[in-house]
């Protein structure tokens, strides 16, 4: 069965750092292209941050970019967002998700349950 369970949301403090995981399992991630994708209070989901798979290379929206980083780590076949300098615009629950291929970040076909991540004082 293939799976995506996201960790590491919380409460933290404007200016502060989260690091997301998404452990995955019944497929290879660096096979597939992986996405960070967030729905704030009373929005649409918006696309924030991914890793192609292959070489991996990275993209992040441009409401992030410089602060917000994809990786992963082939060995855990877990994927991550580093969070850094977050702003209460910020909150949102973050999701994992898988794309059909490994280029495309838009065809996504599984989705995780997703993690809170609040960003207040």
């Known amino acids: 069965e293939v799976q995506l369970v996201e960790s590491g949301g919380g409460l933290v403090q404007p200016g502060g750092s989260l690091r997301l995981s998404c452990a995955a399992s019944?497929?290879?991630?660096?096979?597939?292209?992986m996405s960070w994708v967030r729905q704030a209070p009373g929005k649409g989901r918006e696309w924030v941050s991914g890793i192609k798979g292959g070489g991996g290379s990275t993209n992040s929206a441009d409401s992030v970019k410089g602060r917000f980083t994809s990786s992963r780590d082939n060995a855990k076949n877990t994927l991550y967002l580093q969070m850094n300098n977050l702003k209460p615009e910020n909150t949102a629950v973050y999701y994992c998700?898988?794309?059909?291929?490994?280029?495309?970040?838009?065809?996504?076909?599984?989705w995780g349950q997703g993690t809170l991540v609040t960003v207040s004082s």
């Open positions: 998700a898988k794309s059909l291929n490994n280029r495309n970040f838009g065809f996504i076909e599984v």
């Open positions: 019944g497929f290879t991630c660096s096979n597939y292209a």
